[in-house]
């Protein structure tokens, strides 16, 4: 395929999330085999010919999408409510499990009644990247969403409905990404986005169980889902982020401005600032969790160090963060002992491993500013309510933000366009 056709092809997947490439070419080309035929009136041109598989072409392709979103639809609203409470079952109370699985596909495909998908055929599915495990017996949900998919819109082959294998390294879907608000919608891979996308990009899907894996997406009903880039890439980072609150937000207010133009919000923000100051006393003390702390530090461009103990593996350990111009550029932890002879060497982490050792508790943690902090002029910062208030309201302008943009994107006049 040229590099033209593939981009043009494109230019169609986001339609039909949460189906890969592969799996979106396997589908129509059975469709269209299937519905496919010959003119029988005399074709007396090669112009004529061309218009008259053209319009073949369109009539299949909107039969095709018109059939996929119905299912799509149907298969969302199934699978929802109970994705949702599989998160809080123990892996043996899953209902979304291998057996419901097999189960669904038996009674949408042309198998004799009663007679279930054989147990092979799932491991081949696994075995070729057409279906994704989570962990050990549980099926990702939106995989388990695409393959149903495949099968509701083939129910009469017994065999060959599914592509045998899918490259490993091969997207989960399509999304729609946008610049800014002026800028064209471009056609882009998910989960792994692309590297020139900026963090501040609109992000969008009508594949409503987007939510269902990544807590950055803002769920919109059953119309779809939207977010930014750099919240979904945040999420993606770290699986173990459970909520959209937990978020290490690296977004500013400045960078969402172009799709908000409403400045009282951006203001508020911008201005939020801490109304004790103690030049006696250089420690800052910080009773919330590490993500806060790191918030209000780079709000601030503080440049110091940020310390807690914790306790890990039965035995504590003291966790050290250092900050250059609101900046991580180290970390580690250093056992802590009473005994002389205990080996202290601090241990190097990465700050996502950081992040996970909290395990989502807040804890308190301290600052000790430097002397070489030269973006304030007092070396102490005490926050109080206010700033951690700031912190909820910056949450609460990005999720205004992306439903003023919902709307506009979501609106009944632009659905077929997306």
């Given at each position: 395929m040229?590099?033209?056709?593939q981009?043009?092809?494109?230019?169609?997947?986001?339609?039909l999330?949460p189906?890969?490439?592969?799996m979106?070419?396997?589908s129509?080309?059975?469709?269209y085999?299937?519905?496919y035929?010959?003119?029988?009136?005399?074709?007396?041109?090669?112009?004529q010919?061309a218009?008259?598989?053209?319009e073949q072409?369109q009539?299949?392709?909107?039969d095709?999408?018109?059939?996929?979103?119905?299912?799509?639809?149907?298969?969302?609203?199934?699978m929802?409510?109970?994705?949702?409470?599989?998160?809080?079952?123990?892996?043996?109370?899953?209902?979304?499990n291998p057996?419901w699985?097999r189960t669904?596909?038996?009674?949408?495909?042309p198998?004799?009644?009663?007679?279930l998908?054989?147990?092979?055929a799932?491991?081949?599915?696994?075995k070729?990247g057409?279906?994704?495990?989570?962990s050990w017996g549980?099926?990702e949900?939106?995989?388990?969403?695409?393959v149903?998919?495949c099968?509701?819109?083939?129910q009469k082959?017994?065999?060959?409905w599914?592509?045998?294998a899918?490259?490993?390294?091969?997207?989960?879907?399509w999304?729609w990404?946008q610049?800014?608000p002026d800028?064209?919608l471009?056609?882009?891979?998910?989960?792994?986005?692309?590297a020139?996308l900026?963090?501040a990009s609109?992000?969008?899907?009508?594949?409503?169980?987007?939510?269902?894996?990544?807590?950055?997406?803002?769920r919109?009903?059953n119309?779809?889902?939207?977010s930014f880039?750099?919240?979904?890439?945040a999420?993606?980072?770290?699986?173990?982020?459970?909520?959209?609150?937990e978020?290490?937000i690296?977004?500013r207010?400045?960078?969402l401005?172009?799709w908000n133009r409403?400045?009282?919000?951006v203001d508020?923000i911008?201005?939020a600032?801490p109304?004790?100051?103690?030049?006696?006393?250089?420690?800052?003390?910080?009773?919330?969790g590490?993500?806060?702390?790191l918030?209000?530090?780079?709000h601030y461009?503080?440049?110091?160090?940020l310390q807690a103990t914790?306790?890990?593996?039965?035995?504590?350990?003291?966790?050290?963060?250092?900050l250059?111009?609101?900046?991580v550029?180290?970390?580690?932890?250093?056992p802590?002992?009473?005994?002389?002879t205990?080996n202290?060497?601090?241990v190097?982490?990465a700050?996502?491993?950081?992040?996970k050792?909290?395990e989502?508790?807040?804890?308190?943690?301290t600052?000790?500013a430097?002397?070489?902090?030269?973006?304030r002029?007092?070396a102490n910062?005490?926050p109080?309510v206010e700033?951690?208030?700031?912190?909820r309201?910056?949450?609460t302008?990005?999720i205004?933000?992306?439903?003023q943009q919902?709307a506009r994107?979501?609106?009944?006049s632009?659905l077929?366009?997306?």
């Amino acid at each position: 395929m040229s590099q033209t056709a593939q981009t043009e092809s494109q230019r169609a997947y986001p339609f039909l999330a949460p189906l890969s490439s592969t799996m979106i070419q396997y589908s129509f080309q059975q469709r269209y085999q299937a519905h496919y035929t010959q003119p029988t009136i005399p074709v007396l041109s090669a112009a004529q010919a061309a218009q008259l598989a053209q319009e073949q072409f369109q009539r299949i392709w909107t039969d095709y999408l018109t059939d996929f979103r119905s299912a799509r639809h149907q298969i969302a609203e199934d699978m929802d409510g109970v994705v949702v409470l599989d998160k809080m079952r123990p892996i043996r109370k899953k209902e979304l499990n291998p057996a419901w699985f097999r189960t669904q596909l038996s009674q949408i495909g042309p198998q004799e009644k009663g007679r279930l998908i054989s147990a092979d055929a799932i491991d081949a599915f696994i075995k070729g990247g057409v279906l994704r495990k989570s962990s050990w017996g549980v099926y990702e949900p939106e995989s388990m969403a695409a393959v149903l998919l495949c099968r509701q819109l083939n129910q009469k082959r017994e065999r060959s409905w599914l592509p045998s294998a899918i490259p490993r390294d091969e997207e989960w879907y399509w999304i729609w990404t946008q610049a800014a608000p002026d800028a064209p919608l471009r056609p882009s891979p998910y989960p792994n986005l692309p590297a020139d996308l900026s963090p501040a990009s609109l992000v969008f899907t009508r594949w409503a169980g987007a939510s269902w894996s990544n807590v950055a997406w803002q769920r919109i009903g059953n119309l779809g889902a939207i977010s930014f880039a750099g919240l979904l890439q945040a999420a993606h980072e770290d699986p173990s982020i459970a909520t959209f609150e937990e978020l290490l937000i690296t977004l500013r207010p400045p960078q969402l401005e172009p799709w908000n133009r409403t400045q009282k919000v951006v203001d508020s923000i911008e201005a939020a600032s801490p109304t004790t100051r103690n030049n006696s006393e250089p420690q800052i003390a910080m009773n919330v969790g590490l993500a806060d702390s790191l918030e209000i530090l780079a709000h601030y461009q503080r440049t110091g160090t940020l310390q807690a103990t914790i306790k890990r593996r039965q035995r504590h350990e003291r966790i050290t963060i250092e900050l250059l111009q609101g900046r991580v550029v180290a970390c580690h932890t250093t056992p802590i002992s009473t005994s002389p002879t205990h080996n202290q060497v601090p241990v190097h982490l990465a700050l996502k491993d950081v992040l996970k050792v909290e395990e989502r508790r807040p804890s308190s943690w301290t600052f000790q500013a430097h002397v070489s902090d030269t973006t304030r002029s007092t070396a102490n910062f005490a926050p109080n309510v206010e700033t951690f208030e700031s912190q909820r309201e910056l949450r609460t302008f990005i999720i205004k933000t992306l439903r003023q943009q919902a709307a506009r994107i979501f609106s009944a006049s632009n659905l077929k366009y997306i």
